[in-house]
């Protein structure tokens, strides 16, 4: 989320000074824990719109370890 976030700011500053906002966001849902810096980045970015955080997923997968050829049954 950090690399995401650090990736679109230069986008996101950059198209705010162009053009002014795209749209108008009345709400900012996160789903799973974005971690204290991606989370001051998007509070920065939209200093009046409420940021929303659910902690748990309400889908998705989980990737299992890789295993080694060499040991697989």
Same mark, same amino acid.
């Given at each position: =989320?950090?690399? /995401?976030m650090?990736?679109?700011?230069? /986008? @996101? #500053?950059g &198209?705010?000074?162009?053009?002014? +906002?795209? !749209?108008?966001?009345?709400? @900012?849902?996160?789903?799973?824990? +974005?971690? %204290?810096? *991606?989370? %001051? =980045?998007?509070?920065?970015?939209?200093? $009046?719109? +409420?940021?929303?955080?659910k +902690?748990?997923?309400?889908?998705?997968?989980?990737? &299992? !370890? *890789?295993? $080694?050829?060499? #040991?697989?049954?």
């Amino acid at each position: =989320m950090l690399f /995401h976030m650090q990736l679109l700011s230069k /986008h @996101i #500053t950059g &198209a705010y000074q162009d053009e002014g +906002p795209l !749209a108008e966001t009345v709400s @900012i849902q996160l789903y799973g824990d +974005p971690g %204290e810096t *991606a989370l %001051e =980045m998007i509070q920065q970015f939209n200093p $009046d719109i +409420p940021v929303i955080v659910k +902690p748990q997923g309400l889908g998705g997968f989980t990737r &299992a !370890a *890789a295993v $080694d050829a060499g #040991t697989r049954p």
